[in-house]
C-alpha cells in the first residue's frame, strides 16, 4: 500500500530564515510525490511534483523539494522564508495502480513569525 | 480558463438529511476525484469517476454515492448524513486516468452536520 508520512504537526520558524517541512513515503515501485499548500477555508493549491529525473525539484513561491531514495523522503524546502508562507502543507503520492489515487498525508503547520 | 469550481461553498444540513455537492472541472479534464477533508486531517480519498463510470472507490460507505455526466461534471451525493460527515469536501480534476500530473482541487464545499 502506499503512503506517506508527515512527522511535524506544526514547525515555527523566524522570517528570512530557511524552512524544511519533511514528508517520508513508502510506495511499491517508483514514487510520484507532490506538494499542496492549504490557506484557511481554501482548497489545495499544487506546489511541486517529483515523477523522474533531478532529486532537486523546483515549484511554486520559491520552495523547492529533495527527494532521497534511500531515506525515502520527499522534505519540502525554502532558502527564506516569508510571513505570507504560513499555511497548511500536505505531501501526497499518487497510486498509479489504483487510477490515479492520491494518498495525503496528515498536514504540517508552518508558522512563520516576523 | 476557469479551474475546478465547487458549489456551495458552505451548507448545513442536519442528521438524517441528504446533501447533493456540484463539481466542474478544469477546462480539458475528464476524470473527476472527491476527497474528505475533516478538521484538522488530510483529504482521504471518497471515489473517482471517468467517462462517466466509478472507476475507483475509498474507504467509505454506500452512503456516499457519485455521478458523472457527459460534460465531465460531478456530483457528490452523501444519504442518511451523520455528524461525522462534518467535513471540507474537495473536487480534483485530472486529464485522464494514465496522467502522472498534479490533481487540481476546487475550493471545496463546507458541509456542517447538526
Known amino acids: 500500500a502506499q503512503s506517506v508520512a508527515q512527522p511535524e504537526d506544526q514547525v515555527n520558524v523566524a522570517e528570512g530564515n530557511p524552512l524544511t517541512v519533511k514528508c517520508t513515503y513508502s510506495v511499491s515501485g517508483n514514487p510520484y510525490l507532490f506538494w499542496y499548500v492549504q490557506y484557511p477555508n481554501r482548497g489545495l493549491q499544487f506546489l511541486l511534483k517529483?515523477?523522474?529525473?533531478?532529486?532537486l525539484v523546483k515549484g511554486s513561491y520559491g520552495f523547492e523539494a529533495e527527494f532521497n531514495k534511500s531515506q525515502t523522503s520527499f522534505h519540502l524546502k525554502k532558502p527564506s522564508a516569508l510571513v505570507s508562507d504560513s499555511a497548511l502543507y500536505f505531501c501526497a503520492v499518487r497510486d498509479l495502480g489504483n487510477f490515479n489515487k492520491f494518498y495525503f498525508g496528515s498536514g504540517t503547520k508552518l508558522n512563520v513569525k516576523p | 480558463d476557469a479551474g475546478v469550481t465547487q458549489s456551495p461553498t458552505h451548507l448545513i444540513k442536519t442528521r438524517g438529511q441528504q446533501v447533493t455537492l456540484r463539481c466542474s472541472p478544469k477546462s480539458g479534464h475528464d476524470t473527476v476525484s472527491w476527497y474528505q477533508q475533516a478538521l484538522g486531517q488530510g483529504p482521504q480519498f471518497i471515489f473517482q469517476y471517468y467517462e462517466e463510470e466509478e472507476r475507483q472507490r475509498g474507504n467509505f460507505p454506500d452512503r456516499f454515492s457519485g455521478h458523472q455526466f457527459p460534460n465531465y461534471s460531478s456530483e457528490l451525493n452523501v444519504n442518511a448524513l451523520l455528524l461525522g460527515d462534518s467535513a471540507l469536501y474537495l473536487c480534483?480534476?485530472?486529464?485522464?486516468?494514465?496522467?502522472?500530473?498534479?490533481?487540481?482541487f476546487g475550493e471545496g464545499s463546507r458541509l456542517t452536520v447538526l
Open positions: 517529483y515523477i523522474t529525473g533531478d532529486n
Open positions: 480534483a480534476s485530472s486529464r485522464g486516468r494514465l496522467d502522472t500530473g498534479e490533481l487540481f
